[in-house]
């Protein structure tokens, strides 16, 4: 592979700024010596049409010429000229990623100098098929995720800074069942955030790329669930450090399409991924989640 690692990016252009200001951070990364002979391909995927790609394309370009080029980094700009949702933006990526690593970021965050670096050297010493960063909100001090815990009621929740949540006490909290997943190991987190996430490629290989049709919302815990099931792992990079504008503002209507989305694709998670053994056991606490995702929906329209 010519690359060290692939950077997807997709983009609905809501906020060009976000996008320019992502980019612009990246172009200050400090790979070190450890990876200083070493190449980064980024691809920043459009799910507009092509007047949209072309004007932003130009407008992009234009602002990276006036700074000092990353030498190591090679940006393409790939233009679905439709709105296939975060999946297919993501999958598109991924089909021409020319690397054993997969990053997903979003076009609303910036990156320490170090994330990328972070990320890839925990990879290496560990040999993790997943590795979630350290995110923070954009004020710089709200810690947002370190990657997700899951529960088989079909929950996932951020874990906090001792890598708790509130689910991780509870008796279908993942790592309390052991027998429901291979023989791995059981470390938190249980998968990466998606918005600045690293996959191997040997990941989506063997488990396949995220499924189209969940469009936005839950792809990253179906995938890491399915990553699991695989008998892959996941670690935390303590000093892959992102900084994210997360729902900077949200509509009624976002949030009920939110809402939308989570009681959905939870369904295809679980119809999906569940086998008899875990309906057995935990069939309540799955269809009173179930429920309240459906109330969670109706309140937001």
């Known amino acids: 592979m010519p690359y060290l690692a692939s950077i997807i990016i997709p983009t609905l252009l809501s906020n060009e700024q976000y996008l320019a200001n992502c980019l612009l951070s990246l172009n200050q990364s400090a790979l070190g010596k450890h990876f200083s002979a070493k190449k ?20 992009l370009k234009n602002m990276l010429n006036k700074t000092s080029a990353n030498q190591q980094f090679t940006i393409d700009y790939l233009c679905l000229e439709q709105n296939l949702g975060f999946t297919g933006a993501v999958n598109a990526g991924i089909e021409q990623a020319k690397s054993q690593h997969i990053i997903l970021l979003n076009d609303d965050t910036e990156v320490d100098k170090n994330w990328l670096k ?10 993790a098929e997943m590795v979630a960063s350290k ?35 509870k008796k279908d909290y993942w790592s309390n069942n052991p027998d429901l997943l291979p023989k791995n190991k059981l470390q938190e987190p249980f998968g990466p955030d998606a ?30 669930l399915r990553a699991r099931q695989a ?5 935390l990079a303590e000093k892959a450090v992102v900084y994210h504008h997360k729902h900077a503002t949200t509509s009624k209507q976002q949030k009920s399409f939110k809402n939308k989305q989570d009681l959905q694709n939870w369904w295809k998670i679980i119809m999906r991924r569940y086998n008899f053994k875990i309906w057995k056991k935990f069939a309540g606490l799955i269809l009173i989640e179930r429920g ?5 929906y109706l309140n937001s329209l």
């Open 40 to 59: 980064i391909q980024v691809l920043v995927v459009f799910n507009t049409d092509r007047q949209q790609f072309a004007k932003a394309q130009a407008e």
């Open 231 to 235: 008998g892959m792992s996941c670690v």
């Open 292 to 296: 309240r995702n459906l109330k969670g």
């Open 118 to 127: 972070e990320l890839l050297l925990k990879q290496e010493v560990t040999g």
């Open 135 to 169: 995110i923070y909100l954009s004020d710089k001090k709200t810690l947002d995720s370190q990657g997700f815990a899951f529960a088989w009621r079909g929950k996932a929740e951020a874990l906090d800074e001792n890598l708790k949540c509130s689910l991780s006490d």
């Open 195 to 224: 918005a600045a996430a690293l996959y191997t490629k040997n990941l989506f290989e063997k488990v396949g790329l995220l499924e189209s049709d969940f469009f936005a919302y839950l792809e990253d815990v179906d995938l890491a």
